[in-house]
């Protein structure tokens, strides 16, 4: 049997006819990506600055999430259906709830990361507790954070795509196609770019954070 | 001033860090909190700036109960170091520095000029302004974190082992240089340490605490050494006790005797005569300018013209009048004869002290 490269297995002349279409559905999948992690972020970090204050919520929190975050993704999907169709937001509702667990977690382990004599001399210089939250603590926390953030939006690129078995999907759209025609190529176009996505997505955060912390690297 | 009346912190473990402490802390003075770990040193600092909250008692800065007015409030005039620097690793040494004048309100410019005046006076220089903590060394730290507690020029300053993190000679520096610092602000500082010849070396008064928060004995360094209250002080204060003493007597508070001393003109019967009113049987020969040029045991003169014609022995033994008891001790061991000289600024001779000339400075 003769080895096929890439090239003999795509199929070119799909490619250029379907580019509207491939655009289109990576707009989708940024899309599908952007609101969740936002919303999830929105959500997370009130929770996560409420289990700091009250150190006792944390477990209960964490447990809670923890409980959405292992149900089985599809399983998430289809419930919703009865309650919101086949929308975006069948899609989105369980994404957003998917990233919680890592940012609460992330969040709170991000603070609880600050040193303690750190915390303890703003105290003692006169910082009040939300103006020393925002100047000193959540600055410091950042990286950790930072970090949350890149693993959520990782595996929020990596879900929407089974998101394309209730009709949305973005990227998935192309894969689902290619698998039930078994037509290598759109599940190949979509696979790369999905994985690109997700690649330029962690490093751009990356560089948002090294941007924010000059203080990590400067040394004499 | 600092005023403790009747303080009792008792944690809920029943843990007691402070018991029934009252005492006063003099305006513009450094107090120092000494004891072995466990005594509430610490515990005791941190209720001045409620950090920690005492448990019952009253506790005054600048005649004001600490309790009137809001935590952040108080805070912001009494200057924190603490041994962990505690820098804001995020921040610049410039904002660093100016935490307490940014949280005020001072404008920007005010703001600057303090901060490069601080810099000066904490000895570091200007190009650290835009550096971060974590390029610093341990001592440079140390040193922003005092310019930082100084910043707003409070009038209490709270130190909690603040040299204790950098290696001794690092650290005697530190001590000296906070100590000449000291001598200008007069700030009214209390400040913990574990180790007793940092305290006495760096208190004008002492506390000494025993475990469960005691209050053992309170007093200067001198009185302290000489008179110490209980059995506890005495260990604590551990062994060389009259040593530490004359580490803290500078020879300007003895009478140095004057003499034997004579000049290379004199004859063997004038440098006889002076040995025998100094109760000795060598003298000190001095030059024109009176510097001691070297001594002579007078039998070695005996039989001579003049002290001249022989050759004198040489001498090094020398105290200034700032110089401590104890330094005068050390020098005494390696004094060909049992004797030092105190000379004035330009090397002059003063007086001679001698084994016996100690106990007037011990009394």
Known sequence: ?220 | MITFDSVTKQFPDGTIAANDLTFEVPSGEMTVFVGPSGCGKSTTLRMTNRMIEPTSGQISVNDRDIKSVPAPELRLDIGYVIQQVGLFPHLTIADNIATVPSLIGWDKQRTRDRVEELIETVGLSQNVADRYPGQLSGGQQQRVGVARALAADPSVMLMDEPFGAVDPIVRSLLQDEFLRLQRELHKTILFVTHDIDEAIKMGDRIAIFSEGGVLEQYATPTQLLASPANDFVVDFLGPERNLKRLALIPTSQVEAQPGPCVSANDTPAHASEEARKSGTNWVFVLDDERRVKGWLPTEEIEGHQKVSDVPSRPFREFVASSDSLRVALDAMVESPNGAVVRVDEEGRYEGTITRETFPQGLE
């Open chain 1, 1 to 220: 049997m003769t080895r096929l490269s890439l090239a003999q297995v795509l199929d070119w002349s799909w490619m250029s006819s379907n580019l509207d279409t491939i655009w289109e559905q990576f707009q989708e999948h940024v899309i599908l990506t952007i609101l969740p992690v936002t919303f999830g972020f929105l959500i997370a970090f009130p929770l996560a600055l409420v289990a700091v204050r009250w150190p006792r919520l944390y477990s209960p929190l964490l447990g809670m999430t923890g409980v959405l975050f292992s149900i089985p993704t599809l399983a998430l999907f289809v419930v919703m259906i009865p309650f919101t169709g086949l929308s975006r937001a069948t899609a989105i509702i369980p994404l957003t709830l998917y990233t919680l667990l890592i940012l609460i977690r992330n969040t709170v382990e991000g603070l609880a990361s600050v040193p303690r004599d750190v915390s303890e001399s703003a105290e003692a210089m006169g910082y009040r507790r939300t103006r020393r939250l925002f100047k000193i603590e959540l600055p410091l926390a950042m990286p950790v954070i930072v970090a949350g953030l890149r693993i959520a939006t990782v595996n929020t690129i990596a879900y929407v795509a089974i998101t394309s078995l209730i009709g949305q999907g973005g990227l998935g759209q192309l894969m689902l196609d290619g698998f039930q025609r078994q037509f290598p190529t759109p599940l190949i176009v979509g696979l790369t770019l999905a994985v690109a996505f997700a690649v330029a997505a962690d490093l751009g955060l990356l560089s948002i954070e090294r941007a924010l912390t000059p203080w990590k690297r400067a040394r004499s």
